[in-house]
Structure formats: structure tokens, C-alpha cells
């Protein structure tokens, strides 16, 4: 079974191969899996920007489909262009008159009252890692290559934003990723996706995991057995004489970070609601079955009992199982059999599961204040091409968003008459990313200190949407 991990580098490395060399690994924890440092810059106060929904959102699911979902096929058909870029599917209507989706999404199009789409998303980027770390970041990154591996001056990613300068009140697990992070072929992971050049101490807290596999066993999470509520007070009492000796040693300021993630890691074991959240046999059958029997579905179920035990923000990624060829929960990177993939595979993995997700936080109540994002990377090309696939194309795409007093029912922004370009209201990453702070409280002109004490803006300039936030 995977268990949860966080990327650490520098002196944390070090320390754990001290302590697996010092033996406390029999200990029955493994904490420098669980969290990275400390956190060592610190949010300045920002003026909230004036408006009725500042803060609403309690709670944000942000749903990445990477590899790029076809706007054709998805939130924005184009019923009246020529096939070659309509290809062979119809727009269906939904439940708010005049608004049309393309008829591989017929949940969605009947909880279209919920949503709100923006259909004029723009990165003009058709790389996928860089793209994707301009929308998982609302920064411009400085190349537009492919391929791109993580880099210790990279932005921090919303999630990690959210997890340190908006911490949950209610359990130790403020911004989690699963069930795995974002990577090109040949496992190369993408930048913009944990604490950049805040380092360790603001990465989410990735958990690798597969929630179809019950029941799930995360490390860190449970303890081993025999090891009773007075044990694991003795050990932190243990491990905590041992910090001190080993802070003495090593005379690094970075070391004092550690003790935060060590007092978040025993909440962790000492927090029954959070453990609980993973126990997914919990959930009565006719549940499971509604979110899907796939690794998606399931991670939308997970995320959805993470909120409810206080979570802030969960980011879950649509899983790379195989490659687009066969069958399962490939990638959306449709660059042949575009049209066989979306009908057979891909959308009614996301359709049903994605409106069973609005439906049941709406039913417990929790759709008020939990923000739900369905995102990719960039969208897919207008034309067909000559294998029948669409290509990368990062200058116009779809984004649906509802909940946390987002006006259902609307649709922002538009496209040209063959999906290809803005045609109006065009919508770049920093404005989404201010629209998501602003929502989860954090105010777009709020500032945070770096390691070196410069302060440094939470977003690149953006603009919350006035539609979104009722400004």
C-alpha cells in the first residue's frame, strides 16, 4: 500500500539518516516521512478586498485533470462549427436555459444551476508542466519548455499558500495532494507544485495513496501496535531530548523548524476525526459506487471526507494509470482518437463522480462553504488532426467552478466561434488564484515574508473575479 510523502531536501535528509542510524525508526513512527519543517515566513496583514463572499469558503477541492481536457468535449461545444472541429459529438441543453454542454456530460449538464463556468481561461502556454505550474501557481513561469523539472526558485503552489497562510483550525492536515503528484512521462515532476523557494516547511502534504484498495493503511496515521497513548507520550518525550541534543550539535537555525513538524505529526496520530477520514469502508456501498469504482472517484470521495474532518484544501489529480492507448484512467492527452477516448474512457470517469460530488456536499450541508475548482493544465486544439486527436493548446479552455456562494447558473467569459481564442473576458491564472484566496479569506494584496525577510505578494498582480466574489 502507498503511503503518504512529503519531498524533503537539506539538513531534514541528514537528520533522518541519523535517526535511521540511531534506531528510532523502532519507535514505530516515521515523522520526517509525514511533514516537512517548520514554517519560517510569515503572512503579512493584507486589507481583504471588499466583498460579500470574502472568506466564505471554509474549504476548497481542487480538481486537476492533467493532461488537458478538450473544451470541445467538455463545458464548451461549438454545435455549429464545421466537423472538423465539433467532431462527432452534439451539445445537449442543461438545466439553465441557453446553456449548453457537450452531451459527454450529462450529470453536470443537469447541476448546471451550481456551476459556474469560465470558458475564456488562458495561459498561452502548451507545455505541460509549465502551463500547469501557471495555473497551479497564478505565476507566469519564466520558460514555456516542456518538460521542466521542480527548481528551488520555483512559486509556491496554491495548495501550499492556502496550507501556511490559512491553516486549518480544526485538524493537523491544512493542504493535502493525492493520490499522487503531477509528472510528464519518464516520471520528470512538474514545478509549481509544493512550497518552491518557501522550501519543506510549506509543502502540502502529498499522500500517495489508493483509495480503492480498502482497508487504506497510511503511514503515519496509524500507529504500530502495542503502541498505547502513554507509550507514544514517552517517545515524543524521548524524541524531543534527542532535538535538543541533536540542535546543539548541528548549531543550524534551520533545525528549530523541526519542531513544528513533529507536534503536527503526534496531532496526527492523536487526531481520531482525521484517521477517521481514510476509512473509507465507513461509507455505506450505494456512496462508493455513486463516486465510481476507480481511483478518481475515489479520491474525490477521500477529499470529501477530509473536509469534513477540517481539512483546508484538497488538490486531487486525476491519476496516471497507463498510457492513453488502453483502458482505465489515462491522462487527458488526447492527441489521437480524441473522440474514442472522451466518449469511452475519460468523461464518464469525470461525469459521474464529478456531480456526485456537488449533489453530496450540497445534501450534508457543506456546499455553501466548500469550494470546488475542476481545472487541467490547458485545453485541447480546435482542429482534428490527422489521427484523429487534439493537440496541446494553452490559448483558450474551460474551467467550472461552484460552491462557497458561487453564483451557480452562469457562464464568464467566451470563446470564438471554433473554441480557439478569448473572445471576451479573457481570464489569466492570477486572476483565478486571486478569486480562490479571496474566497478562502486570504486577501489578494496579503503579503508573506521569504526565508531572506523580503516581502513578497500572494498573487502576480491578480484580480478576483467580480462574478465569482459578488464585488
Same mark, same amino acid.
Given at each position: 500500500?502507498?503511503?503518504?510523502?512529503?519531498?524533503?531536501?537539506?539538513?531534514?535528509?541528514?537528520?533522518?539518516?541519523?535517526?535511521?542510524?540511531?534506531?528510532?525508526?523502532?519507535?514505530?513512527?516515521?515523522?520526517?516521512?509525514?511533514?516537512?519543517?517548520?514554517?519560517?515566513?510569515?503572512?503579512?496583514?493584507?486589507?481583504?478586498?471588499?466583498?460579500?463572499?470574502?472568506?466564505?469558503?471554509?474549504?476548497?477541492?481542487?480538481?486537476?485533470?492533467?493532461?488537458?481536457?478538450?473544451?470541445?468535449?467538455?463545458?464548451?461545444?461549438?454545435?455549429?462549427?464545421?466537423?472538423?472541429?465539433?467532431?462527432?459529438?452534439? *451539445?445537449?441543453?442543461?438545466?439553465?436555459?441557453?446553456?449548453?454542454?457537450?452531451?459527454?456530460?450529462?450529470?453536470?449538464?443537469?447541476?448546471?444551476?451550481?456551476?459556474?463556468?469560465?470558458?475564456?481561461?488562458? #495561459?498561452?502556454?502548451?507545455?505541460?508542466?509549465?502551463?500547469?505550474?501557471?495555473?497551479?501557481?497564478?505565476?507566469?513561469?519564466?520558460?514555456?519548455?516542456?518538460?521542466?523539472?521542480?527548481?528551488?526558485?520555483?512559486?509556491?503552489?496554491?495548495?501550499?499558500?492556502?496550507?501556511?497562510?490559512?491553516?486549518?483550525?480544526?485538524?493537523?492536515?491544512?493542504?493535502?495532494?493525492?493520490?499522487?503528484?503531477?509528472?510528464?512521462?519518464?516520471?520528470?515532476?512538474?514545478?509549481?507544485?509544493?512550497?518552491?523557494?518557501?522550501?519543506?516547511?510549506?509543502?502540502?502534504?502529498?499522500?500517495?495513496?489508493?483509495?480503492?484498495?480498502?482497508?487504506?493503511?497510511?503511514?503515519?496515521?496509524?500507529?504500530?501496535?502495542?503502541?498505547?497513548?502513554?507509550?507514544?507520550?514517552?517517545?515524543?518525550?524521548?524524541?524531543?531530548?534527542?532535538?535538543?541534543?541533536?540542535?546543539?550539535?548541528?548549531?543550524?537555525?534551520?533545525?528549530?523548524?523541526?519542531?513544528?513538524?513533529?507536534?503536527?505529526?503526534?496531532?496526527?496520530?492523536?487526531?481520531?476525526?482525521?484517521?477517521?477520514?481514510?476509512?473509507?469502508?465507513?461509507?455505506?456501498?450505494?456512496?462508493?459506487?455513486?463516486?465510481?469504482?476507480?481511483?478518481?472517484?475515489?479520491?474525490?470521495?477521500?477529499?470529501?471526507?477530509?473536509?469534513?474532518?477540517?481539512?483546508?484544501?484538497?488538490?486531487?489529480?486525476?491519476?496516471?494509470?497507463?498510457?492513453?492507448?488502453?483502458?482505465?484512467?489515462?491522462?487527458?492527452?488526447?492527441?489521437?482518437?480524441?473522440?474514442?477516448?472522451?466518449?469511452?474512457?475519460?468523461?464518464?470517469?469525470?461525469?459521474?463522480?464529478?456531480?456526485?460530488?456537488?449533489?453530496?456536499?450540497?445534501?450534508?450541508?457543506?456546499?455553501?462553504? #466548500?469550494?470546488?475548482?475542476?481545472?487541467?493544465?490547458?485545453?485541447?486544439?480546435?482542429?482534428?488532426?490527422?489521427?484523429?486527436?487534439?493537440?496541446?493548446?494553452?490559448?483558450?479552455?474551460?474551467?467550472?467552478?461552484?460552491?462557497?456562494?458561487?453564483?451557480?447558473?452562469?457562464?464568464?467569459?467566451?470563446?470564438?466561434?471554433?473554441?480557439?481564442?478569448?473572445?471576451?473576458?479573457?481570464?489569466?491564472?492570477?486572476?483565478? *488564484?486571486?478569486?480562490?484566496?479571496?474566497?478562502?479569506?486570504?486577501?489578494?494584496?496579503?503579503?508573506?515574508?521569504?526565508?531572506?525577510?523580503?516581502?513578497?505578494?500572494?498573487?502576480?498582480?491578480?484580480?478576483?473575479?467580480?462574478?465569482?466574489?459578488?464585488?
Amino acid at each position: 500500500m502507498s503511503n503518504p510523502r512529503i519531498v524533503c531536501s537539506g539538513p531534514l535528509s541528514t537528520r533522518r539518516e541519523w535517526l535511521r542510524v540511531g534506531g528510532l525508526g523502532a519507535f514505530g513512527l516515521s515523522l520526517a516521512h509525514l511533514l516537512g519543517p517548520g514554517l519560517r515566513g510569515a503572512a503579512a496583514a493584507g486589507n481583504p478586498v471588499p466583498g460579500s463572499r470574502f472568506g466564505q469558503a471554509k474549504s476548497c477541492i481542487l480538481i486537476f485533470l492533467a493532461g488537458g481536457p478538450p473544451q470541445h468535449e467538455t463545458f464548451d461545444p461549438k454545435p455549429e462549427a464545421p466537423s472538423e472541429i465539433r467532431d462527432t459529438f452534439r *451539445s445537449i441543453p442543461t438545466s439553465v436555459p441557453g446553456t449548453h454542454f457537450c452531451e459527454t456530460l450529462p450529470r453536470p449538464a443537469r447541476i448546471a444551476h451550481r456551476l459556474s463556468i469560465l470558458r475564456s481561461m488562458t #495561459t498561452e502556454i502548451d507545455a505541460h508542466s509549465t502551463s500547469g505550474a501557471f495555473m497551479l501557481t497564478g505565476y507566469e513561469p519564466q520558460t514555456k519548455a516542456e518538460n521542466v523539472p521542480p527548481g528551488p526558485q520555483d512559486w509556491p503552489s496554491i495548495a501550499s499558500m492556502v496550507g501556511m497562510l490559512k491553516p486549518s483550525t480544526r485538524s493537523p492536515m491544512s493542504s493535502v495532494v493525492l493520490p499522487e503528484p503531477l509528472a510528464n512521462d519518464g516520471n520528470i515532476l512538474w514545478p509549481g507544485q509544493n512550497g518552491g523557494f518557501m522550501g519543506p516547511a510549506w509543502h502540502p502534504m502529498l499522500m500517495r495513496c489508493d483509495p480503492t484498495q480498502l482497508p487504506m493503511q497510511i503511514e503515519g496515521l496509524s500507529r504500530q501496535p502495542g503502541v498505547s497513548d502513554l507509550r507514544l507520550e514517552d517517545r515524543r518525550s524521548l524524541l524531543e531530548q534527542f532535538d535538543a541534543r541533536f540542535r546543539q550539535g548541528m548549531g543550524s537555525g534551520a533545525v528549530a523548524s523541526w519542531d513544528h513538524s513533529h507536534q503536527k505529526a503526534f496531532e496526527l496520530l492523536h487526531a481520531d476525526a482525521s484517521r477517521r477520514a481514510f476509512e473509507l469502508e465507513r461509507e455505506p456501498a450505494a456512496v462508493r459506487e455513486a463516486y465510481g469504482p476507480h481511483k478518481f472517484g475515489q479520491s474525490l470521495l477521500l477529499a470529501r471526507r477530509l473536509v469534513e474532518a477540517g481539512t483546508r484544501l484538497v488538490q486531487v489529480n486525476w491519476p496516471r494509470e497507463g498510457k492513453a492507448e488502453v483502458a482505465g484512467s489515462p491522462l487527458w492527452d488526447t492527441h489521437a482518437n480524441n473522440a474514442s477516448r472522451v466518449r469511452d474512457v475519460l468523461c464518464p470517469q469525470f461525469d459521474g463522480p464529478f456531480a456526485t460530488l456537488i449533489d453530496d456536499l450540497a445534501a450534508r450541508g457543506l456546499l455553501d462553504e #466548500t469550494l470546488v475548482v475542476a481545472l487541467g493544465e490547458f485545453g485541447r486544439s480546435p482542429k482534428i488532426n490527422a489521427v484523429g486527436g487534439r493537440d496541446h493548446w494553452g490559448a483558450c479552455f474551460s474551467v467550472a467552478m461552484a460552491g462557497a456562494g458561487v453564483p451557480g447558473g452562469q457562464v464568464i467569459g467566451s470563446s470564438d466561434r471554433i473554441g480557439a481564442y478569448p473572445d471576451s473576458r479573457p481570464v489569466r491564472p492570477r486572476d483565478l *488564484s486571486a478569486t480562490l484566496f479571496h474566497l478562502l479569506g486570504i486577501s489578494p494584496s496579503t503579503e508573506f515574508l521569504d526565508p531572506l525577510g523580503r516581502p513578497r505578494p500572494v498573487t502576480d498582480g491578480g484580480v478576483a473575479l467580480r462574478e465569482l466574489i459578488g464585488a
